[in-house]
């Protein structure tokens, strides 16, 4: 069982930057893949980028690759998504997950946090 809890979620302005934070417990996390998602009103769960604890290796949605960074503290066991240049668009609730390889696709996720809310003001 993992248990995660994501923070950092606010009211930003649009050009800003945020950091999101997922701190995860539980069994061996060296074992996941840690995936971060996002959901927009009226909108499908969407991929943005995913970290693997045991390599560090990162992989993003194309979208979001330049703005977007995805790291981890081992130590903390804490999972982190930066985002900069904030956009309107970008507002959304974000989510962090655990799967047993990286990929981009929800259902394949185990474990999820409850999630935290970003919005970005124009």
Known sequence: ???LVESGGGLVQ???SLRLSCAASGRTLSEYVMGWFRQAPGKEREFVG???WSF???SYTDSVKDRFTISRDNAKNTVYLQIHSLKPEDTAVYYCAAAWRATMR???YIYWGQG???TVSS
Do not use: D, Y
Request: charged fraction near 0%.
């Open 14 to 16: 649009a050009g800003g």
């Open 116 to 118: 935290t809310q970003v």
């Open 106 to 108: 929800p259902l394949q």
């Open 1 to 3: 069982q993992v248990q």
């Open 56 to 58: 560090g290796t990162t």
């Open 50 to 52: 995913s970290i693997s």
